[in-house]
């Protein structure tokens, strides 16, 4: 059974930097999309930024400039780099696993970890 537990979640304060993790098991890791979504009580799921096998990246507007996804195929690992964090940006984040060119949606994507609660404080 294919297993994503996320970390590095926190409280912070606004303008602070976070790194998330999502370390990947019983998953031919290098083969997938990875993606990070955000959800927030009462809200949809949405999507921050996704990663393909060949390094390609999409972020969504509101974070473009200030985070970035980065994947380490050896450590079946992939990272969330926050910085310039905002009160907006308060949410669970959750890693997912797709089909490699799984896009934005996240019914594309087949795997998911259990989240991580990122706040920030103003």
């Known amino acids: 059974q294919v297993h994503l537990v996320e970390s590095g979640g926190g409280l912070v304060q606004a303008g602070a930097s976070l790194r998330l993790s999502c370390a990947a098991s019983?998953?031919?890791?290098?083969?997938?999309?990875m993606g990070w979504f955000r959800q927030v009580p009462g809200k949809e799921r949405e999507f921050v930024a996704l990663?393909?096998?060949?390094?390609?990246?999409y972020y969504t507007d509101s974070v473009k400039g200030r985070f970035t996804i980065s994947r380490d195929n050896a450590k079946n690992t992939v990272y969330l780099q926050m910085n310039s964090l905002k009160p907006e940006d308060t949410a669970v984040y959750s890693c997912?696993?797709?089909?490699?060119?799984?896009?934005?949606?996240?019914?594309?994507?087949?795997?998911w970890g259990q989240g991580t609660q990122v706040t920030v404080s103003s």
């Open positions: 997912a696993a797709g089909t490699d060119y799984s896009g934005r949606n996240p019914q594309q994507y087949n795997y």
């Open positions: 019983r998953l031919t890791f290098k083969t997938y999309a």
């Open positions: 990663i393909w096998s060949t390094g390609t990246t």
